[in-house]
């Protein structure tokens, strides 16, 4: 199974706040990133958080970290139409300097 | 700045065939990913090369699947004899040898139906 998980689903309206939640495994992690796949398309990085951070704000994205439980989420605000997309948590692993591990991916459809 | 190039996107054979995916990364990005993503899944480390060197293939299938990079450069990877298990999107990806974010530059991906 995977070790980043994440929730599988997420309806909003337009115009609304999203958030997006991510439980992670490696307490080591040095970086944790929220990637963006619109359909048929590779992944793009949407915004990353270093470890040492409790929060980071840009634009309309704000990732909160609590590393002590493990625990990473994504709020998106005034949800657009263009914000349909899966949204990937991901962590770098410390001791394998590179190496990411990717949650499933969080779906989210915005409706009018 | 031209982005991860791959070819083809889209591959459909009949299992026991074989199959070859090309990647191009970003000039100059010393460290190329392959992730293998399963309908509904996240993406899965198949296989990551720094330079020409192999860091980590411990999730390669190594039976069936084998990837090469021998220039620093381009890379292939070749699935040889396919099973239905196999199709999924293949994802290259790419980031430079600076560790900074580490941030992964992916391609558009290779989606490959195994019949």
């Known amino acids: 199974g995977e070790d980043v998980e994440q929730s599988l689903f997420l309806s909003v309206r337009e115009g609304d706040s999203s958030v997006i939640n991510c439980t992670y495994t490696?307490?080591?992690?040095?970086?944790l990133y929220w990637y963006k796949q619109e359909p048929g398309a590779g992944l793009q990085l949407l915004t990353y958080?270093?470890?040492?951070?409790d929060m980071k704000q840009d634009q309309r994205l704000t990732v909160l970290l609590n590393k002590k439980d493990k625990h990473l989420s994504l709020r998106i605000a005034d949800t657009q139409t263009g914000d349909s997309a899966i949204y990937f948590c991901?962590?770098?692993?410390?001791?394998?300097?590179?190496?990411?591990?990717f949650g499933a991916g969080t779906q989210v459809v915005v409706t009018p | 700045e031209a982005g991860v190039a791959q070819s083809p996107r889209y591959k459909i054979i009949e299992k026991r065939q074989s199959v070859a995916f090309w990647c191009n990364p970003i000039?100059?990005?010393?460290?190329l990913y392959w992730y293998q993503q399963i309908l509904g899944q996240g993406p899965k480390l198949l296989i990551q090369?720094?330079?020409?060197?192999?860091?980590?293939d411990s999730q390669l299938p190594k039976d069936r699947f084998s990837a090469e990079r021998l220039k620093g450069v381009d890379s292939t990877l070749k699935i040889q004899p396919a099973k239905l298990e196999d199709s999924a999107v293949y994802l290259c990806?790419?980031?430079?040898?600076?560790?900074?974010?580490?941030?992964?530059?992916f391609g558009e991906g290779s989606r490959l139906t195994v019949l």
């Open positions: 090369f720094q330079n020409n060197g192999v860091v980590d």
């Open positions: 990806a790419s980031s430079s040898a600076d560790r900074g974010t580490g941030e992964l530059f």
């Open positions: 490696d307490s080591s992690s040095t970086y």
């Open positions: 000039s100059g990005h010393a460290t």
């Open positions: 958080i270093f470890s040492n951070m």
């Open positions: 991901a962590e770098s692993i410390t001791d394998s300097w590179g190496k990411f591990q």
